[in-house]
């Protein structure tokens, strides 16, 4: 596990994450293409976050399971967090100086377009596979 810290574009918002998982993870669900035009990289976090400037993170409730979160000031897109576990998915792209990042999964697979695609060697979920992991988490 990894301990960093990031701030969104504006630098309003500061996030420290003591444990870091580096195994990147890519989302292709139409949530995630609409919100940010492309997939989602992220890493898990786990429930381990110290948040400054908190009052400038607006959240958005996308799904039945978790919520986005992003700066009202800059629009940097900061987390998805899962509402039961209280988890957060931080965007990768928060940490341009960790080296050790490595995608190791990509979820909605099935909902990828076909105008992209990654050439990592990855795990892959299908939409099908996803919603029954999160059936079975409620
Ligand atoms: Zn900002
Ligand atoms: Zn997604």
Same mark, same amino acid.
């Given at each position: 596990?990894?301990? *960093? !810290? #990031?701030?969104?574009?504006? =630098? ?10 580096? /195994? &990147? ?36 409730? *996308? !799904? #039945?399971?978790?919520?986005? =979160? ?10 998805? /967090? &899962? ?56």
């Amino acid at each position: 596990m990894l301990s *960093s !810290s #990031a701030q969104c574009l504006c =630098g309003a918002v500061k996030i420290t994450a003591s444990n870091i998982n580096p /195994k &990147l993870t890519a989302c292709h669900c139409e949530s995630c293409r609409l919100w940010g035009g492309g997939a989602f990289l992220a890493v898990r976090c786990g429930t381990e976050i110290a948040l400054e400037g908190e009052e400038h993170i607006s959240h958005y409730d *996308s !799904s #039945a399971w978790a919520s986005r =979160g992003f700066c009202s000031t800059c629009g940097t897109h900061l987390f998805y /967090k &899962l509402k039961k576990t209280g988890e957060y998915n931080l965007s990768a792209g928060l940490f341009p100086q960790v080296k050790e990042f490595r995608m190791d999964m990509q979820y909605f697979s099935d909902q990828r377009p076909e105008h992209y695609c990654f050439s990592n060697e990855t795990k892959h979920l299908s939409r099908a596979e996803i919603l029954e992991y999160f059936a079975t988490q409620n």
